[in-house]
C-alpha cells in the first residue's frame, strides 16, 4: 500500500507472522519479526522497480504474511524468544537450509541475547526436553532464561565466552554429559562417542568392584554403564558432572 510521502518502505505483520515482545534481538519491540536482510532485499527490489518506471523512491507500506505460520510457529523457539503470533522472516542471502547446525547455532545465539538483554543473572542451557524440565524443577527459572543447546554445547560456550552472564547451568541426559566430560564439544551420536574405559576408570576409583569395572567396557550405552553403577550411581553421576564442569 502506498504510504504517507517522503515516508520511506515500511515493514508491517500480516497473518502468520510474528511480532517482535522483547528487547535483545536484531530488531526492535513492536516491529514485525522480518529481519533486516530481507527487508533490505525488499526494499532493494521496489526501489528498483521505481527507478525502472520513471517513479522516485517508493513511500510503501509492505506487509508480509504467510497463511497458517501461526500453527507453524507453535513448532519453532520464536515465543521462547518473545516472538508472539507467528513465524519469523530471516535470512542473510535469501536461501535459508532448514534445520541446519548454522540455523540451530543462530537460534542459540539469539535465545542468549534475549537472555540478556532480560537482566537475567542466570540462564541454563539444555541438550533436550527432559534435561530442560529438570532444570526448571531445580531453579524455576523463566521461560527466556532456558535456552535449547541441542547438541551444540561448543557453540553455546564460545557465544558466552564473549557474551557473559553471571552464572550458567548446563543440563543434559547422562550420555551427553559423559561425552562432554571427555572432551566434546558437540554431542551429536554421529560425531563423538561415550569413552566407556574412561567410564570404568572412574567407577573403579569410586570402589567399584572389579566384576563391575571389567563388565562396563562390554555394555553398550551410557544408561547400562549407569545401572551397572548400582549404590554408585550417584557418585558416578556426580563426578562426571564435576569433570564436565572443569
Not at 137 to 143: M, V
Not at 224 to 246: K, M, N, S, T
Request: with cysteine; charged share 20%; net charge neutral.
Amino acid at each position: 500500500a502506498w504510504a504517507t510521502p517522503g515516508s520511506g518502505i515500511h515493514f508491517r505483520a500480516g497473518e502468520g507472522v510474528g511480532t517482535v515482545t522483547r528487547p535483545g534481538l536484531a530488531l526492535a519491540v513492536g516491529e514485525p519479526a522480518i529481519n533486516p536482510a530481507p527487508r533490505a532485499m525488499i526494499a532493494e527490489t521496489l526501489t528498483e522497480l521505481a527507478e525502472a518506471n520513471g517513479a522516485p523512491f517508493p513511500d510503501l507500506e509492505v506487509t508480509i504474511a504467510i497463511p497458517g505460520g501461526d500453527r507453524l510457529a507453535e513448532k519453532t523457539m520464536n515465543a521462547r524468544l518473545g516472538i508472539v503470533g507467528g513465524l519469523s522472516v530471516l535470512g542473510t542471502t535469501g536461501v535459508v537450509v532448514p534445520y541446519s547446525c548454522s540455523s540451530w547455532i543462530h537460534a542459540i545465539q539469539r535465545g542468549i541475547d534475549v537472555a540478556r538483554a532480560a537482566g537475567f543473572a542466570h540462564i541454563a542451557a539444555a541438550t533436550g526436553n527432559t534435561s530442560e524440565r529438570a532444570v526448571q524443577r531445580l531453579y524455576e527459572l523463566p521461560e527466556a532464561a532456558l535456552i535449547d543447546m541441542g547438541d551444540f554445547v561448543g557453540g553455546t560456550l564460545k557465544y558466552l565466552r564473549r557474551h557473559p552472564v553471571p552464572r550458567l547451568t548446563l543440563a543434559g541426559g547422562f550420555a551427553k554429559i559423559v561425552k562432554l566430560a571427555q572432551g566434546h564439544l558437540d554431542l551429536h551420536s554421529s560425531r563423538s562417542r561415550v569413552n566407556a574405559a574412561a567410564l570404568a576408570d572412574m567407577l573403579a576409583a569410586l570402589g567399584a568392584d572389579s566384576a563391575t569395572v571389567a563388565a562396563v567396557p562390554e555394555t553398550d550405552s551410557a544408561g547400562a554403564i549407569l545401572d551397572l553403577a548400582g549404590e554408585r550411581r550417584e557418585a558416578l553421576a556426580a563426578a562426571v558432572a564435576r569433570q564436565a564442569r572443569e
